[in-house]
């Protein structure tokens, strides 16, 4: 949890806020006091809500938790997109995650607030209250996209049933299997782990995506995010790997302000970074080496070292596709899933 809205509605709310912000400095927080800011006074709590909703990490409500739910009831958008909502009573005594327990990270948030506090967390969530494996909050911890998060049900209803879930994983499998979990029993749900999206190894498929995949980029100065797209997806298809694996984006620091570089990572909300020419020469392999590409930016090739290297000396599983005045390639990291 990185952002974090703090509202209260009462004195002893807001200084409860005050103290609960000061415990937790290493989270941006933001704090809302309703009863004593005047530039608040006039406005709408549903409007607070709406924004929060969509540009936060968490917002813990301080007080009734009947107010919660009303103000944020209208803008549910999703299990995968909802933040975290909690509500902590004014008294500082319980913690209560109302939404987005695991793959928003409530319920985890609402066990640290508690220990902050010295208060009780109130997790309603099956799982956690039977001990049984959580799939959703396993998933977040291991950086693992969730593709279709309404199947998540189904795997957590069978644990919960005393069931055997299935694992179906196109990557090595490490450590002890969780309690109802099996590589090879028969089994009517589980999760598939890779990057085939379309595999349906059980009859409710859960798909986790490891997002290990990185991109490398190269263009001409002023090539537009329509184009960028266009062969970053071409590239991606090569590879066999969906835009959900996709980790970040990685170039030459010339590009460090190419426009369309830049809308396109926003557009996908993916991290963009960039190397030195003396930093991607470094990186080690066979590439597609160009004597125009050297000359220009001081690289052989940018695309592909730019992948190799943000991909931490992955494997190239594809190399430059080049169109338009652009270039990509796609690597991937060493990963196995561990438990």
């Known amino acids: ?55 936060s990490g968490g917002i ?24 975290a909502v909690l509500v902590v009573d004014e008294g500082g005594r319980f913690v209560i995650p109302l939404l987005s327990g695991h793959l928003g990270g409530a ?15 109130v997790v309603t969530t099956a799982t956690d209250g039977r001990g049984a494996f959580a799939v959703d909050t396993w998933a977040k911890e291991k950086g693992l996209a969730v593709y279709d998060p309404e199947n998540i049900k189904w795997i957590s209803a069978a644990l919960l049933r005393g069931e055997t879930v299935g694992l179906a994983s196109a990557f090595p499998v490490e450590g002890r299997l969780p309690r109802g979990v099996s590589l090879s029993g028969p089994a009517q749900c589980g999760f598939a782990i890779g990057f085939d999206l379309a595999a349906k190894p059980f ?6 995506v490891p997002r290990i995949v990185h991109l490398g ?12 797209e ?39 909300g993916l991290p963009f970074t ?12 066979t590439f597609s080496a160009s004597a125009f590409v050297k000359e220009t930016v001081g690289a052989d090739n940018v695309c592909e070292r730019a992948a190799v290297k943000g991909a931490g000396g992955g494997a190239l599983i594809c190399r430059k596709t080049a169109r338009d005045g652009v270039t990509a390639a796609v690597a991937v990291s060493d990963w196995r899933v561990s438990f």
């Open 203 to 208: 009859l409710h498929t859960l798909h986790l």
């Open 60 to 83: 813990v409500f301080i007080g009734a938790a009947g107010i919660a739910v009303r103000a944020v009831a209208p803008y549910l958008a999703g299990k995968s997109l909802d933040p």
């Open 274 to 285: 960039v190397y030195t020419a003396a930093q991607l020469s470094a990186v080690s392999g």
């Open 217 to 228: 980029v190269g263009c001409r100065r002023g090539v537009d995010r329509a184009r960028i």
């Open 1 to 55: 949890m990185t952002h974090l809205k703090i509202v209260s509605f009462t004195d002893r709310g807001a200084a409860l806020g005050k103290r609960l912000a000061a415990l937790l400095p290493d989270v941006l927080t933001e704090r809302y006091d309703r009863a004593g800011d005047p530039s608040l006074r006039q406005t709408f709590l549903s409007r607070f809500a709406q924004q929060a909703m969509v540009d």
């Open 230 to 268: 266009a062969v970053c997806a071409e590239a991606l298809r090569a590879a066999g790997a969906p835009l959900l694996a996709v980790a970040g984006v990685y170039s030459v620091d010339r590009k460090r302000d190419e426009a369309g570089l830049l809308h396109f990572c926003d557009a996908q």
């Open 107 to 121: 319920n985890a948030l609402a066990e640290r607030i508690a220990a902050l506090l010295g208060a009780v967390p």
